[in-house]
């Protein structure tokens, strides 16, 4: 049974930062397609940022220069480094872990909210 957990979230004001951590209990870590994903009240989820296995990076227009994904393969983790959060950011974020259709795992998601 795979696990995708993720931890980090909480309560910031505007203009401060959270780190998102995600850890993913996968024998073959190095080899997933690495994302993040948030939710809304009343919106559709949506993607924030991914990695994939070679490193390379894609953000949503929203977050690009203010957030960046990471990932450390030799603890099966993927980071979130999220700055100058603004109301609009606060969210349910969700971690996903893609390898193909059938090898596609989610975490149960971490609260952030952005407020003064």
């Known amino acids: 049974q795979v696990q995708v957990a993720e931890s980090g979230g909480g309560l910031v004001q505007p203009g401060g930062s959270l780190r998102l951590s995600c850890t993913a209990s996968?024998?073959?870590?190095?080899?997933?397609?690495m994302g993040w994903y948030r939710q809304a009240p009343g919106k559709q989820r949506e993607l924030v940022a991914t990695?994939?296995?070679?490193?390379?990076?894609y953000y949503a227009d929203s977050v690009k220069g203010r957030f960046t994904i990471s990932r450390d393969n030799g603890k099966n983790t993927v980071y979130l480094q999220m700055n100058s959060l603004k109301p609009e950011d606060t969210a349910v974020y969700y971690c996903?872990?893609?390898?193909?259709?059938?090898?596609?795992?989610w975490g149960q998601g971490t609260q952030v909210t952005v407020s003064s």
């Open positions: 990695i994939t296995s070679g490193g390379s990076t």
């Open positions: 996968l024998t073959f870590f190095n080899i997933y397609a």
């Open positions: 996903n872990a893609r390898r193909s259709i059938a090898l596609d795992y």
